[in-house]
């Protein structure tokens, strides 16, 4: 065989395929080695207990209003310091929250006022060593940078730093969700990101990277057929307490084969209390062969499309634009830790 053929081969035997996420962003799917859970961990069958040939049938309705929360993290300085001869990991983070409420009967979206986007600035250390309120000198008039600390244990690592940040944005976005009370069978919170365990039952999880491996795999085998718009059947998770289902987004006009990209290129994971009727899962579940495609971000326009929504990719510009240029506050707090001088 010649080397030409070999390589094309190689390429064909193995189907490797792009993945279209750009490198500043984790890839969707991070999926370690470990066994996918068995059937005494998830019930695969609460919905039917046929994948094989399985239709979802038509919501009676659609909901009139979608609200879309999600949140911005981002490491301002990473810092190491020092208990007697014991390294100490820490970090000044920034983080910013907020929601996107869609009437779909005008069509229109907007920022919700109420409650209103939020930014807030953290400090904290891994291990034992407690952070205290920070306020960075800013100069020129501008109002002074404050940080919170975020004085929760946890391991002294330096992926402490960026555990810090993201669970306090996870603790901010669960405020958010707290403060709506939604009650209206017409509106669907979508979170962007897991539910978590205290979650209020009307808001759906919406995941889209995939770290973990849900269902056995003779279930699994689906995930590779799903077409845009279609959906498994909801399964249990039964640890977490939750309802879920796997629902490919994106549009028939660009199709992962068209672009040379896997099978699972458009996968998404929803998740739902399992505290709610299952009936009315099964209904949200439907919904969301409709509206998840519906606002699907387009590959020309979102580099994690179709996988990140429309209305969530302009909630992180503007979340983005609120939190201050980067560049100016890790200055800031470099002229700040330089005033302390070396030790002595």
């Known amino acids: 065989m010649s080397e030409e053929n070999y390589v094309s081969s190689f390429w064909r035997s193995h189907n490797f395929r792009l993945e279209p996420w750009g490198n500043d962003y984790e890839p969707p799917i991070q999926i370690s080695e470990e066994l996918p859970l068995s059937e005494s961990d998830v019930n695969p069958t609460v919905e039917t207990d046929n994948w094989d040939c399985f239709e979802p049938t038509q919501p009676r309705s659609l909901p009139n209003r979608l609200i879309f929360i999600d949140g911005r993290r981002r490491l301002d300085a990473t810092l190491v310091g020092r208990n007697g001869n014991t390294i100490v990991y820490g970090v000044f983070g920034t983080i910013a929250?907020?929601?996107?409420?869609?009437?779909?009967?005008?069509?229109?979206?907007s920022y919700l006022e109420e409650p209103k986007i939020d930014v807030c600035r953290v400090v904290g250390f891994g291990g034992e060593q407690e952070a205290i309120e920070t306020p960075i000198p800013c100069f020129l008039g501008?109002?002074?940078?404050?940080?919170?600390?975020?004085n929760k244990k946890l391991g002294n690592t330096p992926e402490v730093r960026r555990v810090i940040v993201q669970n306090a944005m996870l603790d901010a976005e669960k405020q958010i969700v707290g403060k709506l009370d939604v009650k209206d069978a017409d509106t669907l919170v979508i979170r962007d990101g897991p539910l978590g365990y205290e979650s209020p039952i009307s808001t759906l999880g919406y995941i889209k990277t995939m770290h973990k491996q849900f269902l056995p795999e003779k279930y699994a085998a689906l995930l590779w057929k799903l077409l845009?718009?279609?959906?498994?059947?909801?399964?249990e998770i039964k640890d977490r307490f939750q309802y879920s289902w796997y629902l490919k987004s994106g549009d028939y006009q660009h199709s992962p084969q068209q672009f040379g990209y896997h099978d699972l290129h458009g996968i998404v994971r929803l998740e739902l209390s399992s505290k709610i009727d299952i009936e009315i899962v099964k209904e949200i579940a439907n919904q969301t062969c409709y509206l998840i495609p519906n606002y699907a971000s387009h590959p020309s326009r979102d580099p994690r499309a179709p996988q990140n929504l429309a209305p969530v990719s302009a909630l992180e510009h503007e979340l983005g634009r609120r939190m201050g240029d980067a560049i100016l506050i890790k200055r800031r707090l470099q002229c700040f830790l330089a005033s302390f001088g070396g030790n002595k």
């Open 228 to 235: 845009p718009g279609q959906r498994t059947p909801i399964f």
């Open 97 to 109: 929250v907020g929601a996107v409420v869609v009437d779909r009967t005008i069509p229109k979206a």
């Open 142 to 150: 501008s109002k002074e940078l404050i940080y919170e600390p975020f």
